[in-house]
């Protein structure tokens, strides 16, 4: 009997799964699905200026934003944002709650794992960063630091990588959290991107610095993995921006530094699907 009921319980989680991913699976639409549809649900960060926020007027703003205003207008198509935390975008996307990522999605080979990338259209440079009065200029420095960073984020992978064995690696829920922890003396430091800076100087002027360059990463589109027609949209809307300058104009906006030069290839993540 406990045999009988086993397998009975196991016939119905494997149903149960079954149809959560036929769920998701449906709920996909394709890109010329989109265009009848006349929106597309877009995930953006909503609270890591410049790259994604709601403004005052509690309007999703950023520079992911206008990238993703102008891909929907290249569609055809009107825009709606989903504001996400760093945990929950990949997530968002996979199960067909939001159509692509445009969400300041570092690309990594895990990542590349689950979702699509698009060609690169954006850099960053991730960092640690701590009050001035304390000294960190190698990796070694920050030895049995208490260390902030946003989890499941590039910043998270990076300092993990450069410090996780001699420094205890906090995970918060996003960048904000992250900073905050900072601020009110949770950690001793954080892990940034090129950004932090600014929105630590905003917090307490004067205070925080740039410590440590741990490496320079690259944004790209997500979309769900073996879509190629989002995949294609994407990488043909990108080339168009870049060719036409504006990519540099939004770059040049929200960042005010040049449009950096993108690699033509990363080792193991591709930006097409094949």
């Not at 639409?29 to 007027?57: C, L, M, Y």
Request: proline share 4%.
């Amino acid at each position: 009997m406990y045999s009988n009921r086993r397998q009975f319980l196991g016939m119905a989680l494997a149903t149960a799964a079954f149809a959560t991913v036929s769920a998701a699976a449906a709920s996909a639409a394709t890109v010329e699905e989109i265009k009848a549809k006349g929106t597309i649900v877009v995930g953006i960060q909503g609270d890591n200026a410049p790259w994604g926020f709601v403004n005052t007027s509690g309007k999703q703003d950023g520079f992911d934003a206008d990238v993703a205003t102008l891909f929907a207008r290249e569609l055809g198509v009107k825009v709606q944002f989903q504001p996400l935390a760093v945990a929950n975008r990949i997530p968002a996307l996979t199960t067909g709650k939001v159509d692509i990522l445009f969400a300041t999605m570092a690309m990594t080979e895990e990542r590349a794992k689950s979702i699509q990338y698009s060609k690169p259209y954006a850099a960053n440079t991730i960092s640690l960063y701590a009050a001035k009065a304390d000294t960190a200029k190698t990796p070694a420095d920050v030895a049995g630091w208490e260390i902030g960073v946003p989890k499941s984020s590039s910043q998270d992978k990076a300092v993990t990588d450069a410090v996780g064995s001699t420094a205890t690696v906090r995970r918060f829920d996003d960048d904000a959290s992250t900073i905050q922890a900072l601020v009110s003396g949770q950690v001793k430091a954080i892990g940034g991107n090129m950004f932090y800076g600014q929105r630590l100087n905003a917090a307490s002027a004067g205070t925080y610095e740039r410590k440590i360059d741990f490496l320079t990463t690259y944004n790209g589109v997500g979309t769900r993995l073996g879509e190629k027609d989002w995949n294609e949209a994407v990488n043909a809307f990108l080339d168009k921006i870049k060719g036409n300058g504006e990519l540099a104009a939004i770059t040049k906006k929200w960042m005010n530094i040049d449009l950096p030069t993108f690699p033509e290839s990363i080792p193991n993540i591709p930006f097409t699907v094949k």
